[in-house]
């Protein structure tokens, strides 16, 4: 497994702050939020595209992945849909990154599998992936894994195992695991108060059952990245995500096979 950290956890840092780092406490790779305020967007022209990719590598880092916010399932025509993950996917073959992170923000596979497969031709030719989260209307792994097989585009989709929301909504590590099976594509790791109370907490503090997910994904042979998804943006009041890193590492070292 290999670590890397989201800029959701960096709120008001600039990208080179989040290169500093990330890079100053282990990790392998970043995660970059796509946002106005994180400087990273599919509004930034070829210069900027440049500058960010060059930034990011000649530190010794990887993109691990774009974390995008279109909604793949969301009610509504799809034309919108799909023109903004392309302009996410055109962004992650410019900076390097081998895929972009979609929320359900929906219930109905279908409608998301319809979408999958309209930009599947062109994620294709970029080298692209677009990665669903366990998140929203879609938190356990058996929902994004109906979704995945629905959409039947294993080479250009892959799915997000958020470890806290299909543990919240009562799925357990075991069955998450089983269920995304060839669909695993990136794991996102947090801990938290409670499945009631996702006030983050530093790692092993919590009630996230970290462990079990651990010795799942090492016996499972699990080789890809592992990111630590502090969300200081939304909880403000949180430490900063340097004082939660060190965990995140220790955990990545303990689990890896």
């Known amino acids: ?67 995008g916010y279109v909604g793949i399932c969301e009610p509504g025509p799809d034309e919108p849909v799909v023109e903004a993950l392309l302009a996410d996917l055109r962004l992650a073959a410019d900076l390097g990154a081998p895929g972009v992170r979609v929320f359900p923000r929906g219930d109905d596979p279908a409608v998301g599998a319809r979408r ?6 062109t994620a294709s030719e970029l080298g692209r992936r677009v990665l669903v989260e366990t998140h929203d209307s879609m938190p356990t792994c058996a929902a994004v894994a109906r979704l995945l097989a629905e959409a039947g585009s294993p080479e250009t989709t892959g799915a ?17 695991l089983a269920a995304l099976g060839p669909y695993l594509s990136y794991v996102q790791v947090k801990d938290a108060v409670s499945a009631q109370d996702t006030t983050p907490v530093p ?4 009630s996230v059952p970290l462990e079990e997910a651990g010795e799942l994904l090492r016996g499972a042979g699990y080789s890809g990245w592992v990111s630590l998804e502090w969300e200081r943006t939304w909880y403000p009041h949180v430490a900063p995500v340097e ?15």
Request: charged residues 25%; hydrophobic residues 40%.
């Open 1 to 67: 497994m290999r670590l890397s950290v989201s800029t959701l956890g960096m709120p008001g840092e600039g990208l080179d702050r989040a290169i500093e780092i990330a890079t100053g406490h282990g990790c392998a790779g970043l995660e970059l939020r796509l946002h106005p305020d994180t400087g990273v967007h599919s509004g930034l022209d070829a210069e900027e595209r440049r500058s960010v990719r060059e930034r990011v590598e000649s530190a010794g880092l990887e993109i691990s992945a774009l974390a």
């Open 160 to 176: 997000i195992w958020d470890l806290l929301h299909p543990w919240r909504h009562g799925e357990s590590p075991a069955d998450s």
């Open 116 to 121: 999958l497969k309209a930009v599947s031709g």
């Open 203 to 206: 790692m092993g503090a919590g």
């Open 243 to 257: 004082e939660i890193l060190p965990g995140a590492a220790d955990w990545v070292r303990r689990f890896t096979a």
